[in-house]
Every structure is written in C-alpha cells, then in structure tokens.
C-alpha cells in the first residue's frame, strides 16, 4: 500500500499559469492589428529666410517628373535632363530608376532630397512605388561608399529618402 | 466488518473531486499566444480603415505615429475620426470642409499643447502633421488637394500610411 502512494506523480497546479496566459491573451487581443500599417513622411515646401550658405556649387535640385508613359529625372538650377525612364508593360522600370539615383547618389553622397512632380492622373498606388523606390536601396543590394565633400567615406543604404512634392502651396 | 469498510472506502472514493484534463486547453492558448504576439505591433497610431478604402502596399517599416487621421476612400469620401465630412466633387486647390475641420482639431490641438506645457509634460504625438489614409486607385489631385488643405490649416507634415508586406 505504501509503495504504490510513493509512486505516484506529483500534478504540476497550472492553475496559476493559466491565469497569466488568460490576462496576456486579453492585453494582446487588445493592441493587436491584423494590417501591418507602416507610414511614409513628406513634408510641404517651405518658405525659409536663411541666410544663403559660403558653398558656391550649385544646389542638385534632384527632380522627377512623372507622367503617364515615362519619369525624367532632371538636375541643377537649368533642370537638366539626366535620364528618362519609360514604362515596361503598365508598369514602369523602378529598377532603372533605381541605378540611375544610385548613379546620382554616389557623385552627391550628402544630398538626401528630390522633388517629386507628378501628373494629375498618376494613381497614389503608383506614387507610393515611386517614394519607395527612391528612398532607398534594395535589403539585398549592397550599400552606397562614397567619399563626400570634406573627403569623409561615407556608407549609407538611403537614397533620397526626403521627398517633397512641388506645387502643393 | 469487511464489509463495513468497503462501503466506506467507496464513500470515500465519491468524495474526491473531479479533476478537469487542460491540456488540451493550455495547448489551444500557447497557439493563440504565438499567433497574437506575432501580430502585436508597438506602433502608437491605431486606425479602422473605412469601407472602400484599399491602402497601398509599401516597403516602409516606419512606425505610425499618433497624429489627426484623414481618409479618403475610392468615392471620395473623406473621413476624420469615425464620420463622413464631405465628399470631394471639384478640383480646387482647398478642400473647404476639410479646412474647417482641421482649423477647429488644431485650435483644440494648441490648447492641449498649451495645458501640457504649464503642467511641464511632453507633449505627445508629432505636433504639425496629419496621417493620411487614401485608396491606392485615386489620383494625384486628390493627394495634392488633401495636402494642400492641411498645410494651409497649419499641418504641413504629411504621413502616408501604408501597407507592410509587400
């Protein structure tokens, strides 16, 4: 009789556990969403009274122009045309674009702005692709090295990650 | 006498309390748990997106902040916090109805930046811009007239809030 009392298992009282899962179930039920929301940040153009800087090159004034079949990518005070590209199928080449700031990036590794001027018609869908694509490169490309001004190497993975649209005021 | 004591013993027996399995249960929670922990987002910006209304997919992994919400949806209706405030039927610079309302949350706004000041706290969520919730289907003019509308009543940070995923 007292041999079969030894062998008996000892119960774990889960009792306690139980209520903690419960409460953490409920706090997490709580601040759970079920769509991933993440956030992309602009700002409008702004009117500045600063005092103009010693640096006399010229502002890069990286644009984009977008339009229904292409993106001109322009530079400088003269907007200059640097490149253009067109779309492929509906869609349009973000991968050419892509190399082409990249491209742009290495000569400017201090810059971190470019103007977005879209149509009218352009879709938010395809303005949100654009933002993306210029704002940084790909998780599985390496990163940007260069040497700026002050002849400091610099490594970033950004592009031009500050957009602004044109003609919103 | 033996008999006697059988009778008890089998009293005794009914007298021990039902023990309930839970493992099955505990099981079925530590799923949930899992599932729930893997979709907790530590964002601050907390938002019910409006019928008809499909946000864009996006690579970002920036985190939402707490800020006043516009949603426009592929009627052009816009949205601030749970009602309809007007529907969109013209391409002018300024949405009127929206000026209005985000005149009146930013006098609300300052006022609470104001307490919050004299009470000495931080003041919370970014002060000066708007979240932004539009379909992904709806034209520039539209963006550029919400953009323009909050900048004029004194918001002129824009966030898109978008999709992860992608």
Redesign the interface.
């Known amino acids: 009789m007292k041999r079969r009392k030894m062998n008996k298992i000892p119960k774990l009282n889960l009792i306690p556990i139980l209520d903690a899962v419960f409460i953490f179930i409920f706090f997490l039920l709580m601040s759970a969403q079920f769509v991933d929301i993440y956030e992309i940040g602009t700002d409008a153009p702004t009117v500045s009274e600063i005092e103009p800087s010693k640096d006399k090159t010229p502002p890069l004034n990286l644009t984009l122009i977008i339009t229904s079949e292409k993106i001109t990518i322009q530079k400088g005070l003269n907007q200059t045309v640097v490149d253009s590209i067109k779309k492929i199928g509906k869609d349009y080449d973000y991968k050419k674009l892509k190399l082409s700031l990249k491209k742009i990036k290495i000569h400017n590794i201090d810059e971190v702005t470019i103007i977005l001027k879209p149509l009218k018609s352009i879709s938010y869908e395809k303005i949100v692709m654009i933002m993306d694509t210029v704002r940084g490169v790909d998780p599985t490309d390496a990163p940007i090295v260069a040497k700026n001004k002050k002849g400091k190497t610099i490594q970033t993975r950004d592009l031009f990650n500050q957009v602004i649209f044109e003609t919103i005021i | 006498m033996r008999r006697a004591n059988a009778v008890s013993k089998r009293r005794e027996n009914r007298k021990e309390a039902l023990e309930l399995d ?1 493992t099955s ?2 099981d079925i ?2 799923i ?2 899992v599932f ?2 893997k ?3 530590a ?1 601050e ?3 019910d ?1 409006v019928n008809k209304l499909d ?11 707490r800020a006043p919400i516009i949603q426009v949806d592929k009627d052009k209706k816009v949205w601030m916090g749970h009602k309809v405030i007007g529907t969109i039927n013209n ?1 002018s610079d300024t949405i009127d109805f929206l000026y209005k309302e985000l005149k009146i949350r930013k006098a609300v706004d300052e006022k609470i930046a104001e307490s919050e000041k004299m009470n000495k706290k931080k003041v919370a969520g970014l002060k000066d811009t708007v ?1 932004i919730v ?11 007239q919400v ?2 509308t ?3 009543a004194g918001y ?11």
């Open positions: 839970i249960l505990l929670l530590v949930l748990l729930l922990l979709s907790f987002n964002s910006l907390t938002l997106i946000v864009p997919p996006s690579s970002s992994d920036k985190l939402g902040h391409e979240n539009l379909d992904k289907t709806l034209p520039y003019t539209v963006l550029r953009m323009n909050s900048a004029r002129p940070g824009f966030k898109f809030i978008v999709r992860g995923n992608f």
